[in-house]
């Protein structure tokens, strides 16, 4: 079983849509929660951090920490063809390592 | 502003041939990192390095080779021992463990 676990997709959603993405993670040392948003051949963009449960809002993206279920997602309110990308959530559990999932891409259609 | 710069952006290497690629930030970081990503695959560590003169291995470090001689500089090597190469390599920094960690454009390296 991989320590983080993500739906690669795609995902299909009309402009304007609300964007519901997840990872569920088997570690329960996990503090530490960030979302990156990377598109074709870029570096991942860091979106969100978060180090407790509860949810976290920053203008359309809104990150979520469950850790008694062992779940984060990341929202996204009127979503944009913008937000076209591969979404990547990472966890770290105080240490040197950020474990990765593989990503979730995203089509936000016109 | 404030960054982490990668180059080349494409590098293409031959059989047998040891390439470096570049990372420099300067963003005052402790901590910085090297990942590689493959198609349908996580971001795995290759090394890290928490402060200058000082690094560890991380999960894929055969073939590949570091040095910290500088706060703002952390180079990879891809020697000739590492078996399949190919593959999009991304630095990144944070300011210290635990905290968000930043990652540079990549470089993208191709053995011909």
């Known amino acids: 079983q991989k320590e983080v676990e993500q739906d690669p997709g795609p995902l299909s959603v009309p402009e304007g849509a609300i964007v519901s993405l997840n990872c569920t993670y088997s570690?329960?040392?996990?503090?530490?929660f960030m979302w990156y948003r990377q598109y074709s051949r870029k570096g991942p963009e860091l979106l969100m951090y978060?180090?407790?449960?509860g949810n976290k809002e920053d203008g359309r993206f809104t990150a979520q920490v469950d850790k008694s279920s062992k779940y984060i997602s990341l929202f996204i309110r009127d979503s944009q063809p913008s937000d076209s990308a591969t979404y990547l959530c990472?966890?770290?559990?105080?240490?040197?390592?950020?474990?990765f999932g593989t990503g979730t891409r995203l089509k936000v259609l016109a | 502003d404030g960054g982490i710069t990668q180059s080349p952006k494409y590098l293409f290497r031959k059989e047998g041939q040891n390439v470096t690629l570049s990372c420099e930030q300067n963003?005052?970081?402790?901590?910085m990192y090297w990942y590689r990503q493959d198609p349908g695959q996580g971001l795995r560590l290759i090394y890290y390095?928490?402060?200058?003169?000082?690094?560890q291995k991380g999960d894929i470090a055969e073939g590949y080779s570091v040095s910290r001689e500088k706060k703002e500089s952390f180079p990879l090597t891809v020697t000739s021992a590492q078996k399949n190469p190919t593959a999009f390599y991304l630095c990144?920094?944070?300011?210290?463990?635990?905290?968000?960690?930043?990652f540079g454009q990549g470089t993208r390296l191709t053995v011909v």
């Open positions: 990144a920094s944070s300011q210290v463990m635990n905290t968000e960690a930043f």
């Open positions: 570690n329960s040392a996990f503090q530490y």
């Open positions: 978060t180090y407790s449960s």
């Open positions: 990472a966890m770290s559990a105080g240490t040197y390592k950020y474990i």
């Open positions: 963003l005052n970081h402790d901590a």
């Open positions: 390095s928490q402060i200058v003169n000082d690094f």
